[in-house]
Antibody
Framework: EVQLVQSGAEVKKPGESLKLSCKGS????????IGWVRQMPGKGLEWMGI????????RYSPSFQGQVTISADKSISTAYLQWSSLKASDTAMYYC????????????WGQGTLVTVSS | EIVLTQSPGTLSLSPGERATLSCRAS???????LAWYQQKPGQGPRLVIY???SRASGIPDRFSGSGSGTDFTLAISRLEPEDFAVYYC?????????FGQGTKLEIK
């Protein structure tokens, strides 16, 4: 069974750093792109970026380029989303997603990680 | 960037009725590369339809998708209690790969 299991909820202060994780299982982790999707409170979904764990090739949505860093450790089948300096506007639910080979839609989603940034 | 506009914002129907959800794109979606997702409270979204009309694995045949160009539709022929959720469309023909704002399908 394909699973994407994300790390737990976080409460942070503005200016702090943060790294979320997403562990894939039940499939060949290095063979599929893994992405991240943001859902701000009461809002819709936004595609942030994506990484190919086999070689760490990474693509970002223009809206998120330079704002976050996506990485992966193929030895432990885990992808990451990180911030160096959080803002209150980063408060959101974050989902990791598995991209279908050859297309940019997503067949498996993690359970989501809620990030709250507040002073 | 392609903007997707979903309508209605909220759809109130009873179990057994037919639901029709709309997704309109600000420009033509290349290759009819459009997907629909279902999201229930407290859960991550679930893929329902891809390629505008292909059902994802495990999705009942009461779900159907149609459309091309700028106008797409998700239909649910006979609503079951478990179908009440928020539905999002997503275009994946052009980067950035954008989502609609969602249609909430609620029990009347």
């Amino acid at each position: 069974e394909v699973q994407l299991v994300q790390s737990g909820a976080e409460v942070k202060k503005p200016g702090e750093s943060l790294k979320l994780s997403c562990k894939g299982s039940g499939y060949s982790f290095i063979s599929y792109w893994i992405g991240w999707v943001r859902q701000m409170p009461g809002k819709g979904l936004e595609w942030m970026g994506i990484i190919y764990p086999a070689d760490s090739d990474t693509r970002y949505s223009p809206s998120f380029q330079g704002q976050v860093t996506i990485s992966a450790d193929k030895s432990i089948s885990t992808a990451y989303l990180q911030w160096s300096s959080l803002k209150a506007s980063d408060t959101a639910m974050y989902y990791c997603v598995r991209r279908v080979t050859g297309y940019y839609y997503f067949d498996y989603w993690g359970q989501g990680t809620l990030v709250t940034v507040s002073s | 960037e392609i903007v997707l506009t979903q309508s209605p914002g909220t759809l109130s129907l009873s179990p057994g009725e037919r639901a029709t959800l709309s997704c309109r794109a600000s420009q033509s979606v290349r290759g009819a590369f459009l997907a629909w997702y279902q999201q229930k409270p407290g859960q991550g979204p679930r893929l329902v339809i891809y390629g505008a009309s292909s059902r994802a694995s495990g999705i009942p045949d009461r779900f159907s998708g149609s459309g091309s160009g700028t106008d797409f539709t998700l239909a649910i022929s006979r609503l079951e209690p478990e179908d009440f959720a928020v539905y999002y469309c997503q275009q994946y023909g052009s980067s950035p790969y954008t989502f609609g704002q969602g249609t909430k399908l609620e029990i009347k």
